[in-house]
T-cell receptor, first 114, second 115 residues
Framework: KAGVTQTPRYLIKTRGQQVTLSCSPISGHRSVSWYQQTPGQGLQFLFE???????NKGNFPGRFSGRQFSNSRSEMNVSTLELGDSALYLC?????????????FGQGTRLTVV | KNQVEQSPQSLIILEGKNCTLQCNYTVSPFSNLRWYKQDTGRGPVSLTIMTFSENTKSNGRYTATLDADTKQSSLHITASQLSDSASYICVRGVGENNYGQNFVFGPGTRLSVLP
């Protein structure tokens, strides 16, 4: 069974641009959540989607948005990129959105904003 | 203030030795307490998941404990191996009505196992 796939693995963007990251969950999983990891702040929750609906949202500005498609694949978009958006962006998928369900992480997309 | 704190920040041990990593969390309620292992440049991998009603969970050489009264958790690694060198992250799971994969992460403990 294939794991969580994130594309692209690496990305370099210029300040002010926008970027779209993709996450394909494990087959059959309906919950996809997104996280930002930086050396200074560690891992922080961005948002979670379940059956195409945003179920939970972290404390990030509106420049960060996401969506989930009917096949459970999810995309995350960051508009008007800032230098501080440089980070490893991770997504995780779960079979359900139940509280103790195991979450499987992808390898992440390393975004560098210059 | 981070709602999940971990200690020590880093730890160096010799191969074959045991070690214990600590996690303190604040703010209730929570739906579950997790430990993840993260190798450099890779996504975290789940080690254990405990609900508030559980006080211990094992996964091979990894054993996690949870004391909901003191809001403390620990991860004990037995007979360490070189491949255990990684960051270990304590995670508090929260979510509306106990559902959802909304996590609050600790800063992690960087473990180095030397031969």
């Amino acid at each position: 069974k294939a794991g969580v796939t994130q594309t692209p693995r690496y990305l370099i963007k210029t300040r002010g641009q926008q970027v779209t990251l993709s996450c394909s969950p494990i087959s059959g999983h309906r919950s996809v959540s997104w996280y930002q990891q930086t050396p200074g702040q560690g891992l922080q929750f961005l948002f979670e989607y379940f059956s195409e609906t945003q179920r939970n949202k972290g404390n990030f500005p509106g420049r960060f948005s996401g969506r989930q498609f009917s096949n459970s694949r999810s995309e995350m978009n960051v508009s008007t990129l800032e230098l501080g958006d440089s980070a490893l962006y991770l997504c995780a998928s779960s079979l359900e959105a139940a509280r103790a369900t195991e979450a499987f992480f992808g390898q992440g997309t390393r975004l560098t904003v210059v | 203030k981070n709602q999940v704190e971990q200690s020590p920040q880093s730890l160096i041990i010799l191969e074959g030795k045991n070690c214990t990593l600590q996690c303190n969390y604040t703010v209730s309620p929570f739906s579950n307490l997790r430990w993840y292992k993260q190798d450099t440049g890779r996504g975290p991998v789940s080690l254990t998941i405990m609900t508030f009603s559980e006080n211990t969970k094992s996964n091979g050489r990894y054993t996690a404990t949870l004391d909901a009264d003191t809001k403390q958790s620990s991860l004990h690694i037995t007979a360490s191996q070189l491949s255990d060198s990684a960051s270990y992250i304590c995670v508090r799971g929260v979510g509306e009505n106990n559902y959802g994969q909304n996590f609050v992460f600790g800063p992690g403990t960087r473990l180095s196992v030397l031969p």
